[in-house]
């Protein structure tokens, strides 16, 4: 170093505290000890990081109030941290901390609010409705004419565990993305069959979610993406995002069905489609078992 020159000063990384909305579904794992997690997607609206464990898998979106409200999302009002993929995070101990961010849960929502009695005349009524909303819409599902969802929504429809499964064990994975249409269309299907079977006291219903969660979930987290794979477990226990749980309300009389259907079906290129072509899949089963006496 040459006489008179300063060294140079060492470069300080603050970190930004900040807090948001967080499901229910985040409460434990974000108040376990802290474990490493990384970034499994980053965009303007969102970053998602998978936390490493040998568990079902644990993803947690961070997104801002103009995304997709995820089931397993903290919501903040703070912009995204400028991430990437790869990048290393933290998670546990009340916090998260991705990039210079650091967030805390201010408050806390339910993914999976119960729907109280419904009538099955209610479904009955909303099932042509659904069905003509989503034949007029632009947006399609991206397994129009796949086999495998035809037989899907006919195991359903009867009651047949064995169709059902063999059904979803082909549409696992099915599709481009991060949220396969295949599982798209499974997560409409158990949210649908656990919330409508449930609110109308269809048994059969609430009993056939309980196994296909169960074939559903087992070893998805090397089926499928691990964005999806963690969604999967949410349908699994009847959690779902903000306009999935609007469409269920609209189904149940409780609000505008058709404004609410219209939100859903905008959601990404096909997801929204795959996820209404699910709930009508479940909605057509709660009413053909309750019927039959369950």
């Given at each position: 170093?040459?006489?008179?020159?300063?060294?140079?000063?060492?470069?300080?990384?603050?970190?930004?505290?900040g807090t948001g909305a967080a499901s229910t579904?985040?409460?434990?794992?974000?108040?376990?000890?802290?474990?490493p997690a990384r970034v499994l997607a980053a965009?303007?609206?969102?970053?998602?990081?998978?936390?490493?464990?040998?568990?079902?898998?644990?993803?947690?979106?961070?997104?801002?109030?103009?995304?997709?409200?995820?089931?397993?999302?903290?919501?903040?009002?703070?912009?995204?941290?400028?991430?990437?993929?790869?990048?290393?995070?933290?998670?546990?101990?009340?916090?998260?901390?991705?990039?210079?961010?650091?967030?805390?849960?201010?408050?806390?929502?339910?993914?999976?609010?119960?729907?109280?009695?419904?009538?099955?005349?209610?479904?009955?009524?909303?099932?042509?409705?659904?069905?003509?909303?989503?034949?007029?819409?632009?947006?399609?599902?991206?397994?129009?004419?796949?086999?495998?969802?035809?037989?899907?929504?006919?195991?359903?429809?009867?009651?047949?565990?064995?169709?059902?499964?063999?059904?979803?064990?082909?549409?696992?994975?099915?599709?481009?993305?991060?949220?396969?249409?295949?599982?798209?269309?499974?997560?409409?299907?158990?949210?649908?069959?656990?919330?409508?079977?449930?609110?109308?006291?269809?048994?059969?219903?609430?009993?056939?979610?309980?196994?296909?969660?169960?074939?559903?979930?087992?070893?998805?987290?090397?089926?499928?993406?691990?964005i999806s794979a963690a969604l999967l477990h949410?349908?699994?226990?009847?959690?779902?995002?903000?306009?999935?749980?609007?469409?269920?309300?609209?189904?149940?009389?409780?609000?505008?069905?058709?404004?609410?259907?219209?939100?859903?079906?905008?959601?990404?290129?096909?997801?929204?489609?795959?996820?209404?072509?699910?709930?009508?899949?479940?909605?057509?089963?709660?009413?053909?078992?309750?019927?039959?006496?369950?």
């Amino acid at each position: 170093m040459s006489v008179g020159t300063r060294p140079k000063a060492r470069r300080v990384h603050v970190r930004t505290h900040g807090t948001g909305a967080a499901s229910t579904t985040l409460r434990q794992v974000l108040e376990a000890p802290r474990r490493p997690a990384r970034v499994l997607a980053a965009f303007p609206a969102g970053v998602y990081l998978e936390i490493r464990t040998e568990l079902e898998p644990q993803v947690i979106a961070v997104v801002t109030g103009q995304a997709t409200r995820l089931p397993n999302a903290m919501v903040v009002s703070d912009p995204m941290p400028q991430v990437a993929v790869g990048d290393e995070a933290c998670v546990g101990d009340g916090s998260i901390d991705v990039g210079r961010l650091s967030l805390r849960a201010h408050r806390w929502w339910n993914p999976a609010p119960p729907l109280g009695t419904v009538k099955v005349a209610e479904l009955v009524r909303s099932l042509p409705a659904m069905a003509g909303l989503c034949e007029r819409s632009s947006r399609r599902s991206g397994l129009e004419g796949n086999g495998a969802a035809d037989l899907l929504a006919q195991g359903c429809a009867e009651g047949s565990l064995l169709k059902s499964v063999v059904a979803a064990e082909q549409l696992i994975g099915l599709g481009p993305g991060l949220t396969p249409s295949g599982d798209d269309v499974l997560a409409g299907l158990l949210v649908a069959l656990r919330h409508l079977g449930g609110a109308t006291g269809a048994d059969r219903a609430v009993w056939l979610a309980d196994w296909l969660a169960a074939a559903v979930t087992f070893d998805v987290r090397g089926r499928t993406t691990p964005i999806s794979a963690a969604l999967l477990h949410c349908a699994a226990r009847g959690e779902a995002s903000g306009e999935v749980l609007a469409v269920l309300r609209g189904l149940a009389g409780r609000q505008s069905l058709e404004s609410a259907l219209h939100r859903l079906l905008q959601l990404g290129h096909t997801s929204g489609a795959d996820l209404a072509w699910g709930l009508r899949i479940g909605l057509a089963a709660v009413i053909d078992l309750e019927g039959r006496g369950n």
